[in-house]
């Protein structure tokens, strides 16, 4: 089992920044791949960003590119999204999980563990 805690999300201007962590307990945290999805209401839970056990891959979602950052720090057994330039329809629940059996991950299904999402909301 994997308990995976996120944290960070609030409300924040146009153009602003946060940072997302999400800590994860239970399972050796270096084992899993990781990734961020969001979802709004309504919608169905999108696929963000993702990194590799490793931390060698990354992958991100196009409208996210260059402005949004995964990470990890094994030793802290914690996985980060650096989100700059935020813009309104970045607004979602982010949600982070974790994948045992892949060495990356971009699909919801693929995931065997998720947090239970912080709310992001960017104003105009």
């Known amino acids: 089992q994997v308990q995976l805690v996120e944290s960070g999300g609030g409300l924040v201007q146009a153009g602003g920044s946060l940072r997302l962590s999400c800590a994860a307990s239970?399972?050796?945290?270096?084992?899993?791949?990781m990734g961020w999805f969001r979802q709004v209401s309504g919608k169905e839970r999108e696929r963000v960003a993702a990194?590799?056990?490793?931390?060698?891959?990354?992958y991100y979602t196009d409208s996210v590119k260059g402005r949004f950052t995964i990470s990890r720090d094994d030793a802290k057994n914690t996985v980060y999204l650096h989100m700059n330039s935020l813009k309104p329809e970045d607004t979602a629940v982010y949600y982070c999980?974790?994948?045992?059996?892949?060495?990356?991950?971009?699909?919801?299904?693929?995931?065997?563990?998720w947090g239970q999402g912080t709310q992001v909301t960017v104003s105009s």
């Open positions: 239970g399972r050796t945290f270096s084992s899993f791949a």
């Open positions: 999980a974790a994948a045992a059996i892949y060495s990356i991950a971009t699909v919801p299904s693929f995931y065997d563990y």
């Open positions: 990194i590799s056990r490793s931390g060698g891959r990354l």
